[in-house]
């Protein structure tokens, strides 16, 4: 058995890691040995944590079974998933950790004893806190992980599901948790203890569902960031100090990311926390407005208009992470490069369905870091440019955020496309995009529609201009 104080040590050192990693991960050029700090970091936590445990031999043998089995899982499925999946399974994933959280805190809960906490009904005061506001997060997070994982699958409908004084619900209930968790505290009653991991469960969805497709990616930030704080708290419970640590930089690393998003798309950070933000009653949204005209082409007419460009900005978005066309874009701006093009990226803070979609994507296809740009150093560039080509992104590029107020987006800073000479728009079809709104850009003078496959079109685009 290593003693406490060895164990403290190697805990920090873990810490240390998983805050290098924090730092590689802030940048494309850093984030494989960012991976390799949190990995090694997770690691050695693993290794103490058993090395600490003390005279349980027989029931280590079981934890290492079931991690095993449960590691095996994961990695399969890390391994078999599509990067256009990537935002369910990180959802998927946060669901999990919320569920251990609530899984340890009936555990101790339950049976305190195991814990060092007291005995049952006699709970120290400062555990039963922290253990009950681990569950409740935790049970929120698994709720509202679930949510988001069916919208972005498509098994539930990416539209804000609204309800009349939805707002003053969710806010009764959150009131509601607070004072169970003050009873709880008081008389230690196992039905509080069941009634307040039920309220939690329940917000969990209430604040998900109200919240529209357009603003998913902040939803799986500030998820995460909740996923934090539930292990976190059960850290405390559990008197893990690489628990409280990695709960902790979990936690106020995906607040920071999402209150950084939010402010960038225009949003109220307390709206993200209550739910509902981006969210109207009417949810028809112009799906029966009037089928207006549109200009469509192909790719020699595409590739006409860029071989005779100085500058092409690409906007790419989930389109291009569905069709997998990264890798042909990159061909396809290797041979405008040739003709002495200047080419560019423009990456919308929310472009795909996660934070750092694109990127990862672009990444993946070797797109060198110095040619993409964030929505706020580029946004200035469009009417300079003489071509705009969007691929598959679609409501970070609609003009209607900046016109129309009863929007869901409206607000929310867009990609200034529509203010390039021409734009190129790769889409298979004039349906609407993940908020579930028309886009006024297929309809303006300069767009050219290019039906068709993303890579399809990327790769017969090149071969034109060849």
Request: aromatic share 10%.
């Amino acid at each position: 058995m290593m003693s406490s104080n060895l164990s403290a040590i190697f805990y920090l050192v873990s810490g240390v890691l998983f805050i290098l990693a924090l730092r590689g991960l802030s940048s494309p050029e850093t984030s494989r040995q960012g991976n390799l700090f949190g990995i090694l970091g997770m690691i050695i936590a693993i290794v103490v944590t058993f090395l600490s445990i003390g005279n349980y031999s027989s029931g280590l043998v079981f934890v290492l079974i079931f991690i095993l089995i449960g590691g095996s899982i994961g990695a399969f499925i890390a391994y078999r998933i599509p990067m256009t999946a990537m935002p369910e399974l990180v959802a998927g994933f946060h669901s999990l950790v919320g569920l251990s959280a609530v899984f340890v805190a009936i555990s101790a809960f339950l049976n305190p004893e195991a814990f060092n906490l007291g005995l049952p009904g006699n709970i120290k005061l400062g555990s039963l806190i922290e253990m009950s506001i681990g569950a409740a997060v935790g049970a929120i997070t698994f709720s509202g992980s679930i949510i988001a994982f069916l919208k972005l699958q498509g098994i539930m409908s990416g539209s804000p599901i609204t309800f009349k004084g939805q707002h003053f619900v969710n806010a009764i209930i959150l009131i509601s948790i607070i004072i169970l968790i003050y009873l709880l505290c008081s008389t230690q009653s196992e039905n509080l203890f069941w009634s307040l991991l039920a309220v939690s469960f329940l917000i969990g969805f209430l604040i998900i569902i109200p919240i529209g497709g357009a603003d998913m990616p902040v939803v799986i930030s500030m998820l995460n960031s909740y996923s934090g704080w539930a292990a976190a708290g059960i850290g405390f419970t559990l008197e893990n100090t690489a628990l409280i640590i990695t709960g902790a930089l979990v936690g106020s690393s995906g607040a920071i990311l999402s209150y950084i998003m939010c402010k960038g798309m225009n949003r109220s950070f307390f709206n993200v926390i209550l739910g509902g933000f981006g969210a109207t009653e009417d949810t028809s949204l112009n799906l029966n407005k009037e089928q207006k005209p549109v200009k469509s082409g192909n790719a020699d007419d595409a590739a006409f208009l860029m071989k005779n460009a100085s500058s092409v900005i690409i906007v790419p978005g989930y389109g291009m992470a569905v069709a997998q066309a990264q890798h042909a874009l990159r061909e396809m701006v290797d041979t405008l490069k040739k003709n002495d093009i200047k080419v560019s990226y423009a990456i919308h803070p929310v472009a795909g369905r996660m934070p750092g979609h694109m990127n990862v994507l672009l990444a993946e296809a070797n797109v060198p870091y110095d040619e993409v740009f964030e929505l706020e150093e580029i946004n200035n560039d469009f009417p300079n440019a003489d071509v705009a080509f969007v691929i598959g992104a679609n409501d970070v590029t609609n003009p209607v955020a900046k016109t129309d107020p009863q929007s869901p987006i409206y607000g929310m800073p867009v990609l200034d496309v529509e203010k390039c000479k021409s734009v190129l728009f790769v889409k298979r079809s004039l349906s609407p995009g993940y908020a579930g709104i028309d886009n006024d850009l297929f309809y303006k003078e300069n767009t050219l529609m290019l039906f068709a496959d993303a890579k399809k079109m990327v790769e017969e685009i090149t071969k034109s201009l060849d």
